[in-house]
């Protein structure tokens, strides 16, 4: 019921949501992101310390290996001359991700962000502080499967939110995690 003539009654709806369930999903996007970004920077430090590169390391027999290789391109290392451009559209990805996250009410759509977020800011963080020179640097790879690119954790997560996306997407799922009847 209007409490007040004239007023709509879906903006009664919208005010009754808390200040805590608003916040929920960008913190849900966020400690995912940071829990990406950590595992993948110290997978990466210990992939430095532990492997000789080069010298691969069989981990699952032949179907998981550690081998230590520095790529200054994209997946595949595809663009290794265009690493600064690389950067930048990576910085771009992760301001559109924090944008957005904060419409979030939805936790899958929490999981898919945070794990687009926290793979963009692990392969960044290589490209901004690693040599040879900042938004030059090269990205820490160290998981190989076979006839398969060398890739890392940041890379792994940025898959599966990838995966997440298409799934989301096709089941209708919005941001707010509400479902699109029409599909």
């Known amino acids: ?12 709806t919208a005010s009754e949501e808390s200040p805590l369930s608003q916040r929920r999903g960008i ?31 069989a981990l699952v027999g032949d179907l998981l290996q550690l081998r230590l290789t520095y790529n200054p391109g994209a997946a595949f290392s595809v663009g290794t001359g265009y690493t600064i451009v690389l950067t930048c559209i990576a910085l771009t990805v992760i301001g559109v991700v924090i944008s957005t996250a ?3 009410r939805s936790a899958w759509w929490a999981l898919a962000l945070g794990l687009l977020l926290g793979g963009a800011l692990g392969n960044v963080t290589d490209r901004l502080f690693r040599p040879p020179a900042p938004f030059r640097g090269h990205v820490v790879d160290f998981l190989e499967l076979p006839n398969w690119p060398v890739f890392n954790v940041a890379d792994s997560a940025i898959t599966v939110a990838a995966v ?20």
């Open 1 to 12: 019921m209007q409490t007040t003539p004239g007023t709509s009654l879906s903006d009664e």
């Open 102 to 104: 904060r419409r979030i």
């Open 27 to 57: 913190t849900q996007c966020l400690a995912i992101a940071g829990a990406a970004l950590v595992a993948d920077q110290s997978t990466k430090w210990w992939a430095e310390h532990a492997l000789v590169r080069g010298q691969p390391r």
């Open 164 to 183: 997440l996306f298409i799934g989301l997407s096709l089941g209708g799922v919005r941001l707010d995690g509400s479902r699109d009847h029409r599909r």
